[in-house]
Each structure stands twice: as structure tokens, then as C-alpha cells.
Nanobody, 116 residues
Framework: QVQLVESGGGLVQVGGSLRLSCAAS????????MAWYRQAPGKQRELVAR???????NYLDSVKGRFTISRDNAKRMVSLQMNSLKPEDTAVYYC??????????WGQGTQVTVSS
């Protein structure tokens, strides 16, 4: 069984920073794609950032220059450093991983609230 455990969410003021982390455990031995998604109330889940095994990254336009995704393959972890946070960044953030066998896993979600 595979588990993704997220941490680092919380309440922060506009302009503040948070760092989200996600650790994969269980029967998962290699990972290709790792990503963070978010879902705000009444909105569809959207891709925030993703990182491939090559180190290539992609970002949602609205977070470019403010968020940075990184991964630690040895620890099977992915992190999201979020700076200059805005109220529109408020959402539940989900960790996502995909294996070379096309298995997909999601974390349970962590709330990020940016107050003005």
C-alpha cells in the first residue's frame, strides 16, 4: 500500500511564505512525475507545479516566480516552496506522484489559507 503524507499547510498573511512537503511511503520504489495540485472552493482542481525525473519543471502561470517545486529522489519526497502568497492561493493543496508503471497516487490534501 502506498501513502503520501503531506505537511506544511496553514494560515499565513498576504506576502508570507509556506513550504509544503510530501513523503511517499509503502510499496513505491521509483517515481517519474511528482506534482502539486490545488482546489479552491467551487473550483476545479488545477495543476500548480510538476517536476519530472529529469528535473524539468512546469508551473501554473499565476505562480511562476513565486513558487518552487523540488524533489528528493532518495527520500521520495516532493516539496513546494511558496513565497509572496496571495489570497487567491488559498486552497487545499494535493501531492501527486506517478510511477514508471503509470500508477497514480494522491495525498490527502493540506489546507493553505492566505489572509488579507
Amino acid at each position: 500500500q502506498v501513502q503520501l503524507v503531506e505537511s506544511g499547510g496553514g494560515l499565513v498573511q498576504v506576502g508570507g511564505s509556506l513550504r509544503l512537503s510530501c513523503a511517499a511511503s509503502g510499496s513505491i520504489y521509483s517515481v517519474t512525475r511528482m506534482a502539486w495540485y490545488r482546489q479552491a472552493p467551487g473550483k476545479q482542481r488545477e495543476l500548480v507545479a510538476r517536476i519530472f525525473g529529469t528535473g524539468t519543471t512546469n508551473y501554473l502561470d499565476s505562480v511562476k516566480g513565486r513558487f518552487t517545486i523540488s524533489r528528493d529522489n532518495a527520500k521520495r519526497m516532493v516539496s513546494l516552496q511558496m513565497n509572496s502568497l496571495k489570497p487567491e492561493d488559498t486552497a487545499v493543496y494535493y501531492c501527486y506522484v506517478k510511477t514508471p508503471y503509470s500508477e497514480e497516487y494522491w495525498g490527502q490534501g493540506t489546507q493553505v489559507t492566505v489572509s488579507s
